[in-house]
């Protein structure tokens, strides 16, 4: 089997075949990644081969092979925000303004966590606080960076991501999912 950084290089070099590799290679990475903000599985897919055929134009600029796959997916997440913004789906304020008590402390121990009833739970949100929590609980995006993603504020963003994990603790606690 080839390495994924031999497949990059056989990639700057115009292969088709070692294109056609790291597609199969990562597919099902970044379409999984893309399924976290889009739920219509043809938008998706769409997004997912925009994401490719851009990834396949600017290989050229990639200076780690190591990194592809997590630059790939990070066209593919720009690609669906990019969707989300077309499609004007309010990323704002969801619920009229309250005090958001930041520094509050939850007593996570009592809660019996599995993957499962936290996928739910994050399932459930509203789509504004979903796609907040995924971007930074789970991508890792800086707050800042997901503001000006999303063309909001660092406040709003901070106070939705805040809003999102207190409802997903609320779900948790509550229990009303299956194992």
Request: proline share 3%; charged share 25%; hydrophobic share 40%.
């Amino acid at each position: 089997m080839i390495s994924q950084q031999d497949l990059v290089a056989m990639c700057k070099n115009g292969d088709p075949y070692a294109y056609t590799k790291l597609y199969e290679h990562n597919a099902k990475y970044v379409y999984n990644a893309i399924c976290r903000y889009v739920e219509h599985t043809g938008e998706a897919e769409d997004i997912m081969q925009e994401a490719f055929v851009d990834a396949y134009h600017a290989i050229a600029k990639l200076t780690n092979a190591d990194s592809f796959r997590p630059w790939i997916k990070r066209i593919a997440i720009n690609k669906a925000i990019n969707w989300l913004r077309k499609k004007r789906l309010e990323l704002t304020e969801l619920e009229p303004e309250t005090t958001v008590i930041v520094d509050e402390i939850v007593d996570e121990e009592e809660f019996e966590y599995n993957m499962n009833r936290i996928s739910q739970a994050i399932e459930e949100l509203p789509l504004a606080y979903r796609t907040i929590f995924q971007l930074y609980a789970v991508e890792n995006i800086p707050q800042v960076e997901i503001a000006q993603m999303l063309g909001m504020s660092n406040s709003t963003v901070r106070v939705q991501y805040f809003r999102a994990k207190a409802k997903v603790l609320e779900m948790l606690k509550e229990g009303h999912y299956e194992r």
